[in-house]
């Protein structure tokens, strides 16, 4: 941690980051309501210390001070900390209301918004397979042991149990893949051969397929798996 004096002017030193752990309950209340950009500053300045000056804040954020203010008056108001007009004072997360399990996502630096955004993006979508494990063993589906964790979820199902929209969970999952965060891969029902793909078009008229290598497939949710 650094402590800054509140009456030098002299050239900011930036901090030395400790390990910090960001709950997975304020990660999905982030990133469903829009507010990542406020939680990567908040990130900063747990990094920091209990104070940190906004001029230290701004070099390490590499943001511009019109767009860095704006944040701040966002981050203010909603409580996430206070300010003197010169330092910033992180809430901890028991004020905040997210305190409690030690699960979530543990940062040593601050990465930039979009690899950020990702990241909670992983997170958020872990927490929903961590939500929904289902039991299994052979010849008994009912059974407390074996248990697996499903990654086939339709994307429907997924993006409304993380309080998206479609099109930003569908960036977002892309954002991911991109960073290696995640895995996606396109799974498929064999519906037929590819000479009776205009049979079976006919006679399924409501079925989505396309002809794929010798085959006519129709298309099931892609399997994400998670690589963090």
């Not at 966002?74 to 901890?92: C, E, H, I, V």
């Not at 004020?95 to 997170?123: D, H, Q, W």
């Not at 079976?200 to 798996?225: A, E």
Request: charged letters at 30%; aromatic letters at 8%; glycine letters at 6%.
């Amino acid at each position: 941690m650094v402590r800054t004096n509140t009456r030098s002017r002299s050239k900011p030193v930036l901090p030395s980051y400790n390990e910090l752990r960001l709950p997975v309950k304020l990660i999905e209340y982030a990133l469903s309501n829009k507010l990542v950009k406020q939680l990567r500053i908040l990130l900063c300045l747990k990094l920091i210390g209990h104070r940190c000056e906004r001029v230290v804040l701004q070099k390490c954020l590499r943001m511009q001070k019109r767009t860095l203010a704006r944040n701040i008056s966002k981050l203010t108001k909603l409580g996430w900390a206070g300010t003197d007009g010169f330092n910033l004072y992180p809430r901890s997360w028991h004020r905040l209301n997210f305190g409690g399990k030690r699960v979530g996502l543990y940062m040593t630096s601050v990465p930039s918004l979009k690899k950020f955004e990702a990241l909670c993006f992983t997170i958020a979508l872990k927490s929903v397979y961590r939500k929904k494990k289902i039991n299994r063993k052979k010849g008994s589906p009912r059974s407390n042991t074996g248990r697996a964790l499903q990654m086939d979820f339709p994307a429907g199902y997924l993006y409304k149990s993380m309080r998206l929209r479609q099109r930003t969970f569908e960036r977002l999952k892309a954002s991911a893949q991109r960073y290696r965060f995640i895995s996606v891969k396109p799974q498929f029902i064999e519906l037929g051969k590819k000479s009776e793909y205009a049979e079976l078009r006919k006679n399924l008229k409501d079925v989505k397929m396309f002809v794929r290598g010798n085959k006519t497939v129709s298309p099931r949710p892609s399997l994400i798996k998670i690589l963090i």
